[in-house]
């Protein structure tokens, strides 16, 4: 299991933690979003996902990994 | 049909213009979001809808009309 923190930018409000939080669930991963920090903490099966899939389906849902 | 500009907080991103508009839209008013000037531009039939249905729709959003 991989955990990593990273730092996002345009997470604004609930919305985009759930969008977030829901696109990561979706493949497989878990992820932690602290609005206040701007990062997302995630945790992930590296034998399974990729950092770039992980790294695509928060790009994918409009936000930025710095 | 009355027209009317409301000031509103905690609106931050595109997510909350759905969630705002779509709420606005279900009781059969008409809402356009302003994220940068923190305003809601409504219109309704007020022979069909109160102002204060149009307020709590807004504020079961999650946001407060100042």
Redesign the interface.
């Known amino acids: 299991m991989t955990k990593q923190t990273l730092q996002v930018q ?1 997470m ?5 933690v759930n ?1 977030i939080e829901g696109a990561l669930q979706e493949i497989g991963a878990k992820g932690k979003v602290d609005l206040a920090n701007n990062t997302v903490e995630i945790s992930y099966d590296e034998n399974m996902i990729s950092f770039e899939a992980v790294k695509d389906a928060i790009e994918e849902q ?1 936000y930025e990994v710095v």
Chains 1, 2 share one sequence.
């Open positions: 345009g604004s409000c609930n919305h985009c969008s409009g």
